[in-house]
Every structure is written in C-alpha cells, then in structure tokens.
T-cell receptor, first 113, second 114 residues
Framework: GAGVSQSPSNKVTEKGKDVELRCDPISGHTALYWYRQRLGQGLEFLIYFQGNSAPDKSGLPSDRFSAERTGESVSTLTIQRTQQEDSAVYLC???????????FGPGTRLTVL | KNQVEQSPQSLIILEGKNCTLQCNYTVSPFSNLRWYKQDTGRGPVSLTIMTFSENTKSNGRYTATLDADTKQSSLHITASQLSDSASYICVVAGASGGSYIPTFGRGTSLIVHP
C-alpha cells in the first residue's frame, strides 16, 4: 500500500513569510509525528499526535511553529514568520499505535533565504 | 535528560567486510530501541526493534543486540554491500504520562567502498 507522503518536496521561501507543510500518513495509522533534521544533524522531535488525544507539542521550538491534524488523517505543520534557522528537512512519520514502528515520509526540504 | 549517543560518528569500510555500530542511551523509563537506516535524501527506514526482554534480533545481514542493564546496543552488519552506505540511527523510546516520545541519536555515517 501507499507509504507516508509529504508535500511539497522542496520549498524555498523568503525570511518572514509563512509556510505550510503537509503530511499524508498511512491509512489506519493513529500516531503521527513531525521531526526536523538540520544539515548533518540528527532528527529533532517537534510534535506528536495520537488519535483524538491532545497533541504532545513539547518539541516545538517556538510559538511560530504549530501543527494540526484532523482525526487520523492529514496533518499540516505551519511555520509563521520564517527565519533562516528554520531551514531544514521536515520529516513526518506515522505508526499504527504509539509503540509500533514509525514509517517516515520523504521529507520536505525547506530553505529560508 | 534523555540522551542517545552513537559511535563512531562515521565509518569507512571495504565491501564484504563486517562492522559494528554502537549506541548508548540514558532514556528512562525504557520502552524499546530501534535501529533505522537513512539513505541520503530519504526518510529513515526501520531495521530492527527490541524491547526490554530481547537481547538480539536479526534482519538479514543486520543483527542488533541490546543490554538493558548497561543501556547499550549495537548493530552488526555482516558482509557489507555498497548499498549499505547510509546513516544508521539508534532511536530509544521512553514513556512519559502515556505519551510516546522517541529520542534519536545523531547517527553513524557508514560508507562502503568497493
């Protein structure tokens, strides 16, 4: 079946602009995660959704970052007033439940000029 | 603070040789440990997952070990192939208040030369 998909694959924006990144998880996966990976760095947890529970936002670096997920479907990560340090690959992953293997999407490469 | 440390940071080996990657963690309480392979420009792909009671798990030429007492894990790659060139990431899952937050290591970059 289809894996996790993300769009756009690449996004170039100007400093100060808002961007919205999209993640389509695997159908039936209740858990969804967003991560950030800066060049040459490890993955950095951002936010976690589990079913209809309140999301765990403990990894969001600032109030410019927010994410939404409707039920167990698509999620969007929004970055407002982008800064150059926001440049990174943003990865989305989904899993059947909290403790199952996470399946990653190909990521969105964000470049803030 | 939960941490996952991996070594070496990078490794270069010849095709056909074996290698072992290390992972030390301080995540508590411990739920499970996973090894992922991340090819350049792609998302990570799961290789193995181990819970507290498991000492070793194999997936083809990949064998992972876990010592929950010393909080160490290793990933052994046998008879390496050029396609093994990638970043290998150790991920340890804890559990806090019912929320599952994984802690990622920075990865070991493996290059396999012909």
């Amino acid at each position: 079946g289809a894996g996790v998909s993300q769009s756009p694959s690449n996004k170039v924006t100007e400093k100060g602009k808002d961007v919205e990144l999209r993640c389509d998880p695997i159908s039936g996966h209740t858990a969804l995660y967003w991560y950030r990976q800066r060049l040459g760095q490890g993955l950095e947890f951002l936010i976690y959704f589990q079913g209809n529970s309140a999301p765990d936002k403990s990894g969001l670096p600032s109030d410019r970052f927010s994410a939404e997920r409707t039920g167990e479907s698509v999620s969007t990560l929004t970055i407002q007033r982008t800064q150059q340090e926001d440049s990174a690959v943003y990865l989305c992953a989904s899993s059947r439940n909290s403790f199952d293997t996470q399946y990653f999407g190909p990521g969105t490469r964000l470049t803030v000029l | 603070k939960n941490q996952v440390e991996q070594s070496p940071q990078s490794l270069i080996i010849l095709e056909g040789k074996n290698c072992t990657l290390q992972c030390n963690y301080t995540v508590s309480p411990f739920s499970n440990l996973r090894w992922y392979k991340q090819d350049t420009g792609r998302g990570p792909v799961s290789l193995t997952i181990m819970t507290f009671s498991e000492n070793t798990k194999s997936n083809g030429r990949y064998t992972a070990t876990l010592d929950a007492d010393t909080k160490q894990s290793s990933l052994h790659i046998t008879a390496s192939q050029l396609s093994d060139s990638a970043s290998y990431i150790c991920v340890v899952a804890g559990a806090s208040g019912g929320s599952y937050i994984p802690t990622f290591g920075r990865g070991t970059s493996l290059i396999v030369h012909p």
